[in-house]
């Protein structure tokens, strides 16, 4: 039994399936089942049943894994201390990053650090940033790229990095798309297409409507802003989508509107932070 046996059972944990833990962990399904089965042998139990496609945890896994956790973070800590005290800038920097940062803001910067710091393996993670935001609380991930919230974690620490103009908008044969100076009244008698509720953005955008006593008519909620901006380009309602996003299928509605997102870094400043991950902030602060 080794540590990649802990960390593949971490990763069959989140993923609920082997070929999906396999796939991330960059190994075969049978070496994550060996591993899995190392770790049932020394401890004696079970630790997965079959489910469907994938596996199912059993109570002995459950009441595992926040030790595993637990260990696996301790572990960093001790990893980063002796690398600051040796002043290295490598090992491995687990980061997560919202789609939107991940495939519109952060690409080049990125490859910027991966050049200037060839000894640090970037192990990058897609999320919401509200998940993120939570795995940076719970130490699964070193720091994360995201909306920022609203109200933040008196526990975190917060850098904004970009700010993120948000705009009405609709496809250019909506009748929404022909009327000039329009109203948030104008706008909610038509079906509007929003991030779901407990995300930042959509928490933003229904706080501008609270101001005026308004709701919104939602007739469909979807994550991905890249989805809502597809979904707004054949039709089927309105949204609010970063002005980034912007293209010819969609035309920005006339309306006067100062909604703005903040993009940035959170991280956790209790918990001993490596000297790449440092690194990176201190790339960030730069642009």
Known sequence: MNLAAFEAFVKVMETGSISLAADQLFITQPAVTKRIHSLEEYFGVKLFESAGRGVQATHAAN??????????????DIH?????????????LKIGTSHHIGLHHLPHHLQRYVQQYPEVTLDVHFVDSEQAHEQVLAGDLELAFLTLPPQ?????????????????????????????????????????LLP??????SQITLAEFEKHGL???VTMSNNSLESIRMLVSIGLGWSVLPKT???QDLKQL????NMNRKLGIVWHPGRTQSRAAEKLVELMKDI
């Open 63 to 76: 009441s595992l894994l926040p030790k595993v956790k637990s260990w696996l973070n301790e572990l960093g």
């Open 80 to 92: 980063h201390t002796l690398s600051h005290e040796q002043g290295q800038v490598q090992g491995k």
């Open 152 to 192: 933040g974690d008196s526990r975190l620490k917060y850098i904004t990095t970009w700010n993120d103009p948000l705009v009405f908008v609709v496809s250019p044969f909506h009748p929404l798309a022909q009327i000039e100076h329009l109203t948030l009244e104008d706008l909610i008698q038509y079906p509007s």
């Open 196 to 201: 779901a509720a407990q995300t930042y953005t």
């Open 215 to 217: 709701k919104p008519k």
């Open 245 to 247: 996003l912007l293209n």
């Open 254 to 257: 006339d309306l006067a509107s």
